[in-house]
């Protein structure tokens, strides 16, 4: 093989390594030695070092926590997709069936904290299938990998140094810290500084059980919605119907100035008064007038102007505040619908 060809291969070779390696490999400090700095930082930050040398010793990095990181479902599916898969029989059926069984604990939390039972409900079946699969990844790996990749560092440096004052507290087992690839844990996937600002001890057995109490897990669901701003006297929102006409007003309603947080919110339109939107000719799926409330709300349609249409209320962007992507909480919606008491 000639020389230029060789050269030519051997740099195609580079580069594949290169993009395979997510970034990672960008990092000027090797691992081990990253590692060493953040033990420094950690003892700096008063974690025991009985916690920092069980936790951080050995540590090896994970390339899927990465992978996975650039490929999230909610941002690479239509909404069609995405809602199909996650509305499934399966997923209503059992979460009927744990309405039944946990259905006084699911009032007492919802009274408590003035949250609606089925959502709490839904949060908990669409994050981990009723707490049958929270994930198997250790945490620490996964958050000490992305905290070491340059795309959100700084994120996941303050999420790792959360997830070691969570072990500091004594709340769970180094040995049973597991989650998502995200570091997302328990049966209500909470990133670690949720779990430190929300997390609940709703049985007062003095841990916020997460993994394995559903009380606390319950209550810590609700605790989020709830400082977030939730209303139980209102609903998230509902899927409607559009007029044959409404291409010639849709920009008309096109929001000038997107409402700020979750970027999600860039793609509704203006809020205005179910009034207003039975004006335009905006009808329930049974063709019938919007309630006569005196509610706003913002017109979506994530698929654009043949697939579904929705009108999402202020409950909608709390929702957001779990999962900043309309799919998600457009299904999160839609499945509480489902257990309506």
Request: proline letters at 3%.
């Amino acid at each position: 093989m000639k020389l230029s060809k060789l050269i030519s291969v051997g740099l195609l070779s580079l580069s594949i390594n290169t993009a395979t390696s997510f970034c990672v490999s960008a990092q000027e400090v090797p691992f081990d030695q990253w590692l060493v700095n953040l033990k420094i930082e950690a003892k700096e930050k008063g974690i025991s070092n009985k916690i920092i040398t069980a936790a951080l010793t050995d540590l090896k990095l994970y390339p899927k926590a990465i992978k996975s990181d650039r490929a999230q479902p909610e941002f690479k599916r239509t909404f069609a997709n995405y809602s199909k898969k996650r509305l499934s029989a399966w997923r209503i059926k059992t979460g009927a069936k744990m309405q039944k069984q946990y259905g006084d604990l699911l009032k007492e939390v919802g009274k408590a904290y003035g949250v609606q039972p089925r959502f709490i409900l839904s949060f908990w079946g669409l994050e981990t299938n009723y707490g049958n699969f929270t994930g198997n990844n250790d945490i620490i790996r996964s958050l000490a990998t992305l905290a070491y990749d340059k795309r959100r560092a700084a994120y996941f440096r303050k999420e790792l140094f959360n997830a070691l004052i969570i072990l500091d507290e004594g709340h769970i087992a180094l040995k049973d810290m597991k989650g998502s690839w995200s570091g997302a844990m328990g049966q209500g996937q909470f990133m670690p500084s949720s779990f430190l600002r929300f997390a609940q001890d709703f049985d007062g057995d003095g841990k916020k059980d997460i993994w394995h109490n559903k009380a606390d897990v319950f209550a810590s669901i609700a605790n989020y919605l709830k400082h977030y701003g939730w209303n139980d006297q209102q609903t998230w929102g509902r899927p409607v119907t559009l007029p044959e006409d409404a291409q010639s007003w849709l920009t008309q309603v096109k929001a000038e100035k997107p409402e700020k947080g979750c970027r999600a919110l860039r793609t509704h339109t203006n809020k205005l008064s179910l009034k207003q939107w039975n004006d335009y000719g905006i009808r329930r799926l049974n063709n019938k007038d919007l309630p006569d409330v005196n509610l706003k709300a913002t017109l979506i349609l994530p698929d654009g102007e043949n697939g579904q249409a929705f009108l999402t209320y202020d409950n909608y962007r709390t929702i957001l505040r779990y999962n900043c992507a309309n799919s998600y909480a457009l299904t999160i919606g839609l499945l509480a619908d489902r257990f309506k008491f």
